[in-house]
């Protein structure tokens, strides 16, 4: 089997080479970026944060983190119209993400677990899918949870 690779441009990484294979196709891309459609994830060592990187617009590439690495307690039903779509057939289908805002001042990183980043890991195929459970903010502040969290 010849794996096709290309070469993707990136303002973050410069030149990234990626296997086809690991392409995510965001068949409505994602909220204010529609236009966008396929994306790689590109981890960096010794991080828990990972990039969502758009192979279309090397300007566009978002942190992501595995929500149940900062809140193990993380839950969500994935709705039917979702699992049709993504072609989800069983738990091991699925992936999860969440964006990550990182400011200037970075105590006031933030973690948006109110629209997931919904991926079938099998299929490639991805969605932001935004949640109907108040338990979950926009803006979760990362570091102000993660010491309440230390303290309990």
Known sequence: MVVQKSVVQSRVFGELEVNEENIITFEDGIPAFENLK???IVKEEDSPFLWLQSIED???AFVIINPFDIKPDYEFDIGEEVLKKLEIE???DVAVFCIVVIPEDVKQTRV???APIIINVHKRKGIQYLLDDER???RYYLFENLNSDEQK
């Open 38 to 40: 396929k994306f790689v």
């Open 58 to 60: 090397k300007d566009i």
């Open 90 to 92: 069983s738990e091991s």
């Open 112 to 114: 948006n677990l109110k």
């Open 136 to 138: 979950y903010p926009l």
